[in-house]
């Protein structure tokens, strides 16, 4: 099948311009999905997963959020913009993808922070399923010993230092892209508090237990940035929604690595992908979605896989 692939810029309620990105697949798209990405993440990650589904019949819809990728300013120092600019963000590429869809199902993808916006985002409530990837709440005390340390120093000394110095946080200390000053400094805050965004956003809790979509939730037990307790605590947040939680370890797949960023690559094309593209194909045909819950086989996890998971993921 043929894809369109279009570049768009999408306007945000306070007049911020998005950089986003359309696949249209040939002939009549049997449902709309919005990718909502991980931290630091550019749209541009996702593309491979994005033309994969649109080949199967399925619209697809990537943006930016506001300082990253397609939607950086020229410079970033002094640039205004927070986790709850975001929010804002991710409503207006939900908006556009319900005006483009027409009568059609929208269906939503979270990447890590991606899945935390239920929580901020009223709106995405109205999505036919929800395909979570590496979602968690980031306490950093649900880590293990080894990473708690750091994680310790990244945020109480890190992330302070690096902002104050630079103007923004840079991705070359190892987070992949650069991020906003506001946006590093809310992130920090949310992790160092035990109940993360809910301990600083007063309606986040209800607003995660009241989203009562049909949801799969994928985990990975390498995964170094969504360790099971933290995986557990989204879990929990999400009292409200029929979740199918799919934990799997690499060798469940086949695989020597999957960890927070390897969901998204072609090697799990007839895997992880073929099953969005049955969730999606349910959700279309009107069908209770296709999948049961998975136990995975025991894998270790080393403090050190969260930084082999920004090698892995993003090259």
Not at 176 to 195: F, I, K, M, Q
Not at 196 to 213: N, Q
Not at 246 to 269: E, I, K, N, Q, Y
Not at 292 to 313: F, K, N, Q
């Amino acid at each position: 099948m043929s894809v369109v692939r279009t570049s768009i810029v999408i306007t945000a309620r306070d007049g911020y311009p998005l950089g986003a990105r359309v696949y249209e697949p040939q002939g009549h798209a049997k449902s709309t999905l919005v990718v909502h990405g991980a931290t630091a993440t550019p749209q541009r990650y996702y593309q491979r997963f994005a033309l994969h589904l649109a080949d199967r019949g399925h619209r697809v819809l990537t943006y930016d959020y506001r300082g990253v990728g397609a939607s950086r300013p020229p410079d970033l120092r002094g640039f205004d913009a927070d986790m709850r600019d975001w929010a804002e963000d991710a409503r207006t590429a939900h908006s556009n993808a319900i005006r483009i869809s027409g009568s059609g199902p929208v269906l939503m993808l979270g990447h890590s922070f991606g899945g935390q916006l239920i929580g901020l985002c009223e709106e995405l409530r109205g999505v036919s399923a929800a395909v979570l990837v590496g979602a968690q709440l980031g306490y950093y005390r649900h880590w293990p010993i080894g990473a708690r340390l750091g994680l310790a120093g990244l945020w109480n000394v890190a992330v302070p230092a690096l902002t104050s110095s630079y103007g923004y946080l840079p991705g070359k200390f190892g987070l992949g892209s650069d991020l906003p000053a506001g946006v590093a400094l809310e992130w920090r805050r949310w992790c160092l508090h035990p109940s993360y965004l809910m301990g600083y956003v007063h309606d986040a809790r209800a607003r995660f237990a009241r989203f009562d979509r049909p949801t799969v939730f994928y985990s990975f037990t390498d995964d170094g940035y969504a360790p099971e307790p933290a995986v557990d605590k989204m879990l929990v947040a999400l009292s409200g929604a029929r979740v199918t939680h799919r934990r799997m370890a690499p060798a469940d797949l086949g695989a020597r690595r999957v960890g927070h960023f390897g969901f998204f690559r072609s090697r799990f094309r007839s895997s992880l992908w073929g099953e969005v593209v049955e969730v999606a194909d349910a959700v279309a045909d009107g069908r209770s979605l296709p999948l049961t819950a998975v136990a995975p086989l025991d894998c270790a996890l080393r403090a050190s896989d969260i930084m082999a998971d920004l090698e892995y993921g993003r090259t």
